[in-house]
């Protein structure tokens, strides 16, 4: 089967760096997403892996490997607006996205 | 967990016929749902929230007589592309928030590929 498998919360210091991990099953793998959603509005795309390693862009980073079936995104120099929930989803070999239930992350002062 | 699905999973339609995508929430009901677009590497568009029982709303821009959506039950939104065009081509994802206990999670679609030929 497909599955997508996050930490449903987790909580962090503005200022500070997290680190959301994500691993998958899918049928078939044609990348992953990154989007970070806030409370009432449209996912906003944060990144999208194909290949193996770590791509960096600005605060946040994501990092794949296929080989593990795990990814994950790094967010650094954490700011208040952060606190968001944040979505992984893969796409399959028909793509099709299979979403996580999403990591709601908190940031504190 | 909260399942969404959506049929067809991928279309390839000619230029100036009409295309009838379904979004269904599998084990719970759900009186919203909401539509979005997305192009490659971008984020999700919402283009409306679907509305059981109810006229949807649209998003500025979105025209509303192309896109025309049915929320015909607490388990079944429609999003019919009419005349479509090859600008239209792209791919499709609906949610519908709640589930088990939980209202402020949104469940995704698996999405819909259009492509208009």
């Known amino acids: 089967g497909q599955n997508i498998d996050q930490p449903t919360e987790m909580t962090a210091t503005e200022g500070a760096i997290v680190q959301i991990n994500c691993t998958y099953q899918?049928?078939?793998?044609?990348?992953l997403f990154w989007y970070q959603q806030h409370a009432g509005e449209a996912p906003t795309f944060l990144s999208y892996?194909?290949l193996d390693g770590l791509e960096e862009k600005g605060r946040f980073s994501s990092f794949l490997s296929r080989s593990k079936g795990y990814s994950y995104l790094l967010l650094k120099e954490l700011q208040m607006k952060d606190s968001a929930s944040y979505l992984c989803?893969?796409?399959?070999?028909?793509?099709?996205?299979?979403w996580g239930a999403g990591t709601k992350l908190i940031i504190k002062p | 967990g909260a399942v969404v699905s959506q049929h067809p999973s991928r279309v390839i339609c000619k230029s100036g016929t009409s295309v009838k995508i379904e979004c269904r929430s599998l084990?719970?009901?759900?009186?919203?749902m909401f539509w979005y677009r997305q192009f490659p590497k971008q984020s999700l568009m919402l283009m409306a929230t679907?509305?059981?029982?109810?006229?949807?709303?649209?998003e500025q821009g979105v025209e509303k007589d192309k896109f025309l959506i049915n929320h015909a039950s607490l388990t079944l939104s429609t999003l019919t592309v009419t005349s479509a065009h090859p600008e239209d081509s792209s791919f499709y994802i609906c949610?519908?928030?709640?589930?088990?206990?939980?209202?402020?999670?949104?469940?995704f679609g698996p999405g819909t590929r259009l492509t208009v030929l």
């Open positions: 949610s519908a928030p709640g589930g088990t206990g939980d209202a402020d999670t949104q469940y």
């Open positions: 084990d719970f009901q759900a009186t919203t």
């Open positions: 679907s509305n059981e029982g109810s006229k949807a709303t649209y």
């Open positions: 899918t049928s078939g793998f044609n990348g």
């Open positions: 892996n194909v």
């Open positions: 989803a893969p796409l399959d070999s028909n793509y099709q996205l299979i």
